[in-house]
């Protein structure tokens, strides 16, 4: 009885779910709506109370460009360009670490693995105003190699990766040792290209970490020409935030690739938060 | 322990520290090096403005002579606060996420293709009745957007199910940068901002009726509303200590339930404008604790088993606190409510980031935006994916009505990832609120949105007060090292299982 009273209102309340999560969802993405309608309007629209545009303004667009003062395209390709390194560094220095902590066994290494894990919760800023002391003492301060250094080296990275790691059963590095294989063959073309899941989640978190990241490149860059995209943004706002239509053509350009990277690589992304996150 | 080693050890132990070599270089280099200088410097009047190349003052240690400083400076407390304050957001955006996430995990497969043209044709049909009132009667661009937008997301969601609102849900969070911070600021400009776009005229509809509302009747009003929120503090000390008469709950979450329930209390009396009414909470709090020592004293032994009923104190007992916050802000606000309607010019949107105190509550409202669907949402997912169906199946056969099984089953289910959540959001909220200071308010106005994060960056960087800053952020370390104690004695009881 009960049950076919809920199979007759399955429909009815599929409706209202689907309209409950369409109300958040519209709610949700409402900012972003207007943070577009907003890119394409005239400056002299922007205040008003309607949200559409008279004319679109497509060429708002190609305007931040090419605007006095704001290097827009220089700031996204440093931004890229830093993200990019950062990336590369820190996966690769994190899957080898992870590769030491999970696949081999050597003295001390589970007393060395929890010294990685205590520093994972320090707050970074204790150590912010020391690391700019050696940025200056190493003379990288408002250079690009200064924003990649200090970022390359992850403990968070070398602890998702020796989870997934572990995960791997133990038999392979005995088969791969009977085959002969160094370590180094072991860790290349058997548990790298097994780790692959880990491995592209580590890699979209930490580019996306880094392409966001404000408070290093705030602290370390002073000429504009080196900044990244945050702090190109916060200059453009500062100094020209009046002109509302460009600054969130900047804003939107800036969000964009961070919406299709998400929108592309979601399915890999979601059961990276959960491998990171229940375990941790 | 064995201190000679073998060749094959050491053989492997060199191999282990190849792999881990570049790691840990970078590791000493900017971890650990800085660490140990930067305790050093907590110790130190180092001082850019001092000791810089113009002027070589030699650095002096001053023992604990930041230490003092900051606890006896106003401004650390005052930040301290500002902090503690933001944090109280947390709460609303775990259960935001909870509720996305209950929300999300239905089943959306209907097994029919007739049902989604079913639910698009509605809705379609219900956004263009509601579009055609709207223009009718005001030719608003944004009715036609808002509902576009819905519709869009209703029928990709028809389509897709449930990862096509996840990933709208995630967007906010997932974006969270400057960007969107920059864009909020943009939202909440008070002159022509769309959020006082939409709020001013709706409050110019509502000053009429609250202005007829006479002054003694918003006082009665607030005093109805204090009495039950009296009574709700009552009822939940009262519940507390019965829970720790019956065994149910250690002398640890007696106190820690406890404290929470009578924090917003003793916050009563520090609203001068509801003192009267303060006195009233603080009356009947006070009852509730005479209580409780009296059944502490009648109660035979101490409880041994401190740590009992710990989640359940701190989650419930906060939820209490939290209603209790909130019952208090309406007994402001219904107490303003006529006074502020025969002001001149009736209601006047707040000015948000640019107004002393609403800019606390926008940077919540911005952060609960990001909140729902945030990571948090994943993991409730993942863990209410892992509730055993068979639970749900008993709880039907004995008649449960969905509350009760929401409360009875999913609920404890979930306590092992509410904590975790918890623990996560309180060390990141202490540690947080740098971002956004820096980038829409400048942490102003007037210091109101300044928290520890900020305050370390002002001293460090713009001040030039190493010294001081270090011992500031040692200060915040301990506070998140406390949290990450308390998270080892009772989380692992909750999450490793």
């Known amino acids: 009885m009960f049950k076919r009273t809920m199979r007759c209102n399955r429909g009815l309340r599929l409706l209202i779910l689907h309209m409950t999560l369409a109300l958040i969802a519209t709610t949700l993405a409402l900012p972003f709506v207007w943070m577009l309608f907003t890119s394409l309007k005239r400056l002299d629209e922007v205040g008003l109370e309607s949200w559409l545009p008279e004319v679109f303004q497509w060429h708002n667009y190609a305007d931040v460009f090419a605007m006095k003062g704001i290097l827009f395209g220089r700031w996204y390709w440093n931004a890229i360009y830093v993200a990019t390194w950062v990336t590369f560094l820190q996966v690769f220095t994190s899957s080898l670490a992870a590769f030491s902590f999970a696949r081999l066994k050597w003295r001390g290494r589970d007393t060395v693995f929890l010294l990685y894990l205590a520093t994972m919760m320090l707050p970074g800023l204790v150590m912010m105003i020391p690391n700019y002391q050696i940025m200056i003492n190493l003379g990288l301060v408002d250079t690009l190699s200064g924003l990649i250094l200090p970022c390359a080296f992850s403990a968070f990275g070398t602890f998702l990766m020796r989870q997934f790691m572990l995960s791997i059963p133990q038999s392979l590095d005995e088969a791969a040792e009977i085959d002969g294989a160094s370590k180094w063959t072991l860790f290349w073309n058997v548990i790298l290209p097994l780790s692959r899941p880990a491995l592209v989640t580590l890699t979209i978190f930490t580019f996306i970490g880094n392409y966001n990241s404000m408070f290093w490149p705030l602290v370390m860059m002073k000429t504009p020409a080196r900044y990244t995209l945050p702090i190109g943004l916060m200059a453009f706002e500062s100094s020209r935030g009046q002109q509302t239509n460009l600054l969130m053509a900047a804003v939107a350009m800036s969000v964009i690739p961070m919406i299709l990277l998400f929108v592309f690589m979601q399915k890999q992304l979601v059961k990276g938060i959960m491998l990171g996150g229940v375990k941790g | 322990m064995r201190l000679r080693w073998s060749r094959n050890e050491i053989k492997n132990t060199t191999i282990g520290m190849v792999f881990l070599l570049p790691n840990i270089l970078g590791f000493l280099i900017f971890t650990a090096i800085p660490l140990f200088i930067s305790l050093f410097m907590a110790f130190t009047d180092w001082n850019l403005e001092m000791h810089n190349m113009f002027r070589s003052g030699s650095v002096k240690m001053v023992g604990f002579g930041n230490f003092i400083k900051l606890f006896t400076d106003p401004d650390f407390s005052f930040f301290l606060g500002n902090t503690l304050f933001l944090m109280l957001g947390i709460p609303f955006g775990v259960a935001g996420s909870l509720g996305a996430a209950l929300l999300l995990n239905h089943n959306f497969k209907t097994g029919s293709r007739r049902l989604y043209w079913i639910i698009i044709l509605t809705v379609v049909m219900t956004a263009s009745c509601l579009m055609m009132l709207c223009v009718g009667m005001a030719t608003s661009a944004l009715t036609i957007i808002v509902c576009g937008v819905a519709g869009a997301a209703i029928i990709g969601g028809a389509f897709g199910g449930q990862s096509v609102y996840r990933t709208l849900f995630y967007l906010p969070s ?37 202005a007829k509302l006479s002054p003694g009747m918003a006082a009665f009003l607030a005093g109805a509303l204090l009495v039950i929120m009296g009574i709700g503090a009552f009822l939940a000390v009262f519940r507390r200590v019965r829970l720790w008469h019956l065994g149910e709950c250690g002398i640890l979450g007696l106190v820690i339930g406890m404290g929470l329930l009578i924090t917003p209390l003793l916050c009563c009396r520090l609203w001068s404008a509801l003192s009267w009414g303060g006195y009233w909470g603080f009356a009947i709090a006070a009852l509730g604790v005479c209580f409780a020592v009296f059944q502490l004293w009648r109660g035979r032994s101490f409880r041994s088993v401190y740590d009992y009923g710990l989640t359940d104190a701190v989650i419930i007992d906060g939820m209490f606190m939290l209603g209790l916050f909130c019952l208090l802000g309406l007994t402001n606000v219904v107490m303003a409510m006529p006074v502020e309607a025969n002001a001149p010019g ?27 669907g945030s990571n948090n949402m994943l993991l409730y997912l993942a863990g ?14 004995d008649g449960a009505t969905p509350f009760q099984r929401f409360w009875h089953v999913t609920w404890p289910q979930l306590s092992g990832v509410t904590f975790f959540i918890l623990i996560m959001s309180i060390m990141s909220g202490l540690q947080g609120g740098f971002e956004t200071a820096r980038v829409m308010t400048n942490g102003g106005p007037a210091g109101s949105t300044t ?47």
């Open chain 2, 174 to 210: 997932f974006t969270s940068g400057v960007a969107t911070f920059i864009l909020w600021k943009k939202l909440y400009s008070p002159e022509n901002g769309p959020i006082n776009n939409v709020l001013q005229p709706l409050l110019d509809y509502i000053t009429p009726v609250a």
């Open chain 2, 451 to 497: 928290t520890l994060a900020y305050y370390i960056y002002n001293e460090g960087f713009a001040t030039g007060r190493l010294g001081y800053a270090s011992a500031v952020s040692w200060t915040l370390f301990a506070m998140v090292f406390a949290v990450t104690i308390f998270n080892w004695k009772f989380g692992n009881k909750y999450t490793n299982d």
């Open chain 2, 384 to 397: 209410l994916s892992g509730i055993s169906q068979d639970l749900y199946e008993a709880a039907d056969i």
């Open chain 2, 346 to 372: 009736g209601y006047i949107a707040p000015k948000w980031l640019a107004d002393y105190y609403w800019a606390k509550p926008a940077l919540m409202l911005m952060g609960f935006w990001g909140a729902i």
